[in-house]
């Protein structure tokens, strides 16, 4: 549905990724899901040179993204390549679909 969704819980509304049965904070196992504006900064990254995995293409840059919301993710740098980001780049979700999936992968904001 190109909607990028985080688990809050219900009984402290703490925000948490990856998803989990029960809350880090207060052990709750209630939890709803809400979405993300899908924007956020490079937190970090790392080129990945080998080894090589098909369907990626190589050098393959990995984020991890602090969402505006808080919460952090991996996930790839697509339509730019790692010479054009740097710790705290902004960057926004797409979704790409491959074999009836839709993965969230990210480009920097305002980009094509």
């Not at 969704?5 to 939890?31: D, F, K, N, V, Y």
Request: aromatic letters at 8%.
């Amino acid at each position: 549905e190109g909607k990028l969704l985080i688990q809050r819980c219900t009984s402290c509304a703490t925000l948490r990724h990856p998803p989990g049965p029960m809350c880090p904070a207060c052990q709750s196992l209630e939890w709803e899901a809400v979405q993300s504006s899908g924007k956020g900064v490079v937190y970090s990254f790392v080129v990945m040179h080998h080894p090589q995995i098909p369907p990626f293409e190589y050098p393959n840059t990995v984020l991890l993204v602090e969402l505006e919301e808080g919460t952090r993710l991996v996930s790839q740098l697509v339509d730019a390549s790692a010479a054009d980001i740097d710790i705290g780049t902004p960057v926004e979700v797409v979704f790409r679909e491959e074999d009836g999936l839709a993965f969230p992968l990210f480009r920097i904001r305002g980009g094509a």
